[in-house]
Every structure is written in structure tokens, then in C-alpha cells.
């Protein structure tokens, strides 16, 4: 089982940029698809990106198209979020997660982190 570890949340505004970071244990990272969902207060988890496991294929959410980028580093088993030009609706708890292929439905992943936060303020 893959544990992760997201860090790299915090307040930040409007504008402005984040970088997130989803630390995994364990020698299979590196065969799994990984993705971030983001859930606001209220609201259900919605995806957010993916990347497959060769980090050649990305998919993103219609919102975050453009703002945001999602890649990983294998040897270092970390995938990022790089969130630019964020905006108060970017306001989320993020997770990240994993599974063997891509989907865009959060009860299909497999493995989570526990979340962090993230603040944009207007």
C-alpha cells in the first residue's frame, strides 16, 4: 500500500501562486496514475488533475485548465501541483490520490493523503 503526504497549502492572495507536493512511501509509486481533488466546505471532492505513471499524459478540470500544472519526479516518488493565478474559488482542502488507471471520480482512487489546505483571499 502506497502512503502520501501533501504539504505546501497556506494562505495566499488572489493572484498569487502555490506549489504543492504529494510525498509517497513505497517502491510502486512509480506504476500508479496520481491526481488531486480538491473539496470546499459543503461541497462534494472534485477532481482537479491527473497524471499517468510515465508523467507523459495530464488531464485537468475545466476550471484549473491553464492555471494550474500537475507533474512528478519517479525517483523522488513526489507529485506536484503547481497552482498559479489562483483565485478565492481555489479555496479547498487538496488531496492527492492513486490509483492504477486514470479516472476523474474520486471513489475510484485507491490511496489518499490527508489533505491541505489552501486559502485565497480577494
Known amino acids: 500500500q502506497v502512503q502520501l503526504v501533501e504539504s505546501g497549502g497556506g494562505l495566499v492572495q488572489a493572484g498569487g501562486s502555490l506549489r504543492l507536493s504529494c510525498a509517497a512511501s513505497?517502491?510502486?509509486?512509480?506504476?500508479?496514475?496520481m491526481a488531486w481533488f480538491r473539496q470546499a466546505p459543503g461541497k462534494e471532492r472534485g477532481f482537479v488533475a491527473a497524471?499517468?505513471?510515465?508523467?507523459?499524459?495530464?488531464y485537468y478540470a475545466g476550471p484549473v485548465k491553464g492555471r494550474f500544472t500537475i507533474s512528478r519526479d519517479n525517483a523522488k516518488n513526489t507529485v506536484y501541483l503547481q497552482m498559479n493565478s489562483l483565485k478565492p474559488e481555489d479555496t479547498a482542502v487538496y488531496y492527492c490520490?492513486?490509483?492504477?488507471?486514470?479516472?476523474?471520480?474520486?471513489?475510484?482512487?485507491?490511496?489518499w493523503g490527508q489533505g491541505t489546505q489552501v486559502t485565497v483571499s480577494s
Open positions: 497524471i499517468s505513471w510515465s508523467g507523459d499524459i495530464t
Open positions: 490520490a492513486g490509483r492504477r488507471n486514470y479516472s476523474k471520480f474520486f471513489n475510484d482512487y485507491d490511496f
Open positions: 513505497g517502491r510502486t509509486f512509480s506504476t500508479y496514475t
